[in-house]
């Protein structure tokens, strides 16, 4: 059984830093390109960066330069390093396969992040 717990956010103020961390399990992780992904007040679920498992990543271009995603193969986690967040990075971020997304199911819980300005 698939299970993506995400943790590591908070309020933040703008310019800040916060670290998300994604814990795996039910799944063989190296097999899969990963991502962290998300979803804005009255917005639609968007990508933010993804991992492949040779450890390529690719960015959204609103976070190019400031987020960078990070895979621990022995661990089976997925993490994401933000910084110099600002408020339009306030959302629920959360952590998947890249293939169940937008659509797919076993997404997680979540991790809020807001940042104050």
């Known amino acids: 059984q698939v299970q993506l717990v995400e943790s590591g956010g908070g309020v933040v103020q703008a310019g800040g830093s916060l670290t998300l961390t994604c814990a795996t399990s039910?799944?063989?992780?190296?097999?899969?390109?990963m991502g962290w992904y998300r979803q804005r007040p009255g917005k639609e679920r968007e990508m933010v960066a993804t991992?492949?498992?040779?450890?390529?990543?690719e960015y959204a271009d609103f976070v190019k330069g400031r987020f960078i995603i990070l895979r621990d193969k022995a661990k089976s986690t997925l993490t994401l390093q933000m910084n110099n967040l600002n408020s339009e990075d306030t959302a629920i971020y959360y952590c998947?396969?890249?293939?169940?997304?937008?659509?797919?199911?076993?997404w997680g819980p979540g991790t809020q992040v807001t940042v104050s300005s």
């Open positions: 039910g799944f063989e992780f190296n097999w899969y390109t």
């Open positions: 991992a492949r498992n040779t450890g390529d990543a």
């Open positions: 998947n396969q890249h293939i169940k997304f937008p659509s797919g199911n076993n």
